[in-house]
């Protein structure tokens, strides 16, 4: 039977009906395990994300950054912190880790190499033209979607920023020094209206935003528009940009939200708020192949084989595979056992020497990756 995904109308709308699955019954199952810290707080918090960087495996809990090595084993980073703002999914770097405060009038600067917390508060840093300026917050489709409209790309930060009812998108290149002391502002280039049509002339809303290379790809939309306008963009340093289009088949527009790398020239590429699936050499491409569509922003993973799919916020985890060949055909969606996580919300997940982690808003959580795959079971 060509097995799809369980109808889920009732569970957060997550994702469109079809054939129902036949939940497996196995023995000696494998659940996911709570990942212990094993350094004096709190194992059940908030992890804000986690991102895979060289031989590390990189994540920001709701009181300290820190990594997680080849053995498994957790090293946090830096110092303890508080007053992070849960809206927001991190940006990693092999030197920093950056996040939001509380008040969205600055972001917090944890060092992965040798150095000391700092901050970004944006008064100081870009003067009086920006007094009382906060990142851009509250366009998401659903309070749990995190938001995703500030990056940093090796000293280059891009952000979505608002004072007095307007929206501008900012690049800073930034002197971050030895890893001590201030930090110093070199140059600030805002991106102009990228010729949008819109209800408002307030400004740009950034609704996703990932590194790609060095350069980053972002879903924008005027403030007078719906989520599901605007288009997306490649954006370079210099502020450059470069309309991208979307896939083969469906709407013209593309609104990017996330893509997963599975090999060279191999890419799944996800949008929001429509969940269009598609697959190509790049996400730039001209040519990415259609999958399929489903309802909802979708995060996506890859373990370089099949893809692995949720929204975030929910608990609902799902494999898509056999997407290669005539992938709007052949491809299967199937949903994926989660329990030990069953009535959590996940934010993230990162495939890591031979396992799978998954943040959630009470804890890091962890399965081996041979054991992911498996369908959901009976309960």
């Given at each position: 039977?060509?097995?799809?995904?369980?109808?889920?109308?009732?569970?957060?709308?997550?994702?469109?009906?079809?054939?129902?699955?036949?939940?497996?019954?196995?023995?000696?199952?494998?659940?996911?395990?709570?990942?212990?810290?094993?350094?004096?707080?709190?194992?059940?918090?908030?992890?804000?994300?986690?991102?895979?960087?060289?031989?590390?495996?990189?994540?920001?809990?709701?009181?300290?950054?820190?990594?997680?090595?080849?053995?498994?084993?957790?090293?946090?980073?830096?110092?303890?912190?508080?007053?992070?703002?849960?809206?927001?999914?991190?940006?990693?770097?092999?030197?920093?880790?950056?996040?939001?405060?509380?008040?969205?009038?600055?972001?917090?600067?944890?060092?992965?190499?040798?150095?000391?917390?700092?901050?970004?508060?944006?008064?100081?840093?870009?003067?009086?033209?920006?007094?009382?300026?906060?990142?851009?917050?509250?366009?998401?489709?659903?309070?749990?979607?995190?938001?995703?409209?500030?990056?940093?790309?090796?000293?280059?930060?891009?952000?979505?920023?608002?004072?007095?009812?307007?929206?501008?998108?900012?690049?800073?290149?930034?002197?971050?020094?030895?890893?001590?002391?201030?930090?110093?502002?070199?140059?600030?280039?805002?991106?102009?209206?990228?010729?949008?049509?819109?209800?408002s002339n307030s400004g740009l809303i950034i609704q996703s935003i990932k590194k790609y290379e060095d350069r980053w790809i972002a879903h924008i939309r005027s403030t007078g528009n719906g989520m599901g306008e605007g288009n997306s963009y490649l954006i370079s340093k210099d502020g450059g940009t470069e309309k991208l289009?979307?896939?083969?088949?469906?709407?013209?527009?593309?609104?990017?939200?996330?893509f997963a790398k599975l090999g060279p020239q191999e890419y799944l590429i996800t949008e929001s708020p429509i969940g269009r699936i598609s697959y190509g050499s790049s996400p730039v491409s001209e040519n990415k192949a259609y999958i399929t569509e489903i309802n909802g922003p979708l995060v996506i993973r890859s373990d370089?084989?099949?893809?692995?799919?949720?929204?975030?916020?929910?608990?609902?985890?799902?494999?898509?595979?056999?997407?290669?060949?005539?992938?709007?055909?052949?491809?299967?969606?199937?949903?994926?056992?989660?329990?030990?996580?069953?009535?959590?919300?996940?934010?993230?997940?990162?495939?890591?020497?031979?396992?799978?982690?998954?943040?959630?808003?009470?804890?890091?959580?962890?399965?081996?990756?041979?054991?992911?795959?498996?369908?959901?079971?009976?309960?």
């Open positions: 039977m060509k097995k799809k995904f369980l109808c889920l109308l009732t569970l957060y709308a997550l994702f469109s009906c079809s054939d129902p699955i036949e939940p497996s019954l196995e023995q000696d199952t494998e659940n996911f395990e709570l990942f212990d810290f094993d350094n004096g707080q709190s194992n059940e918090e908030f992890i804000l994300g986690l991102e895979v960087i060289g031989d590390k495996l990189f994540f920001l809990h709701t009181n300290f950054p820190g990594f997680i090595d080849k053995q498994h084993r957790a090293a946090p980073l830096c110092c303890l912190t508080s007053d992070l703002n849960n809206r927001f999914k991190p940006s990693f770097t092999e030197n920093y880790i950056i996040h939001p405060i509380e008040d969205l009038n600055g972001l917090v600067v944890f060092p992965v190499v040798p150095g000391e917390l700092r901050t970004i508060i944006f008064d100081e840093l870009l003067g009086d033209e920006w007094k009382g300026a906060r990142l851009v917050t509250g366009f998401q489709k659903e309070h749990f979607h995190p938001e995703k409209n500030f990056d940093l790309n090796g000293n280059h930060l891009i952000l979505n920023l608002q004072k007095d009812g307007n929206l501008a998108i900012l690049i800073l290149e930034i002197n971050f020094g030895t890893g001590f002391h201030q930090l110093e502002l070199k140059q600030v280039t805002e991106i102009g209206n990228l010729g949008l049509e819109s209800h289009p979307g896939p083969t088949l469906g709407s013209t527009n593309f609104r990017f939200y996330d370089g084989q099949k893809g692995l799919i949720f929204i975030p916020g929910t608990n609902v985890i799902a494999s898509i595979e056999n997407f290669r060949e005539n992938g709007i055909s052949n491809h299967q969606l199937k949903q994926l056992d989660n329990t030990g996580i069953a009535n959590d919300q996940i934010y993230d997940a990162q495939f890591f020497e031979n396992k799978v982690y998954i943040a959630t808003k009470s804890g890091l959580f962890v399965k081996s990756q041979e054991n992911f795959w498996e369908e959901i079971r009976l309960p």
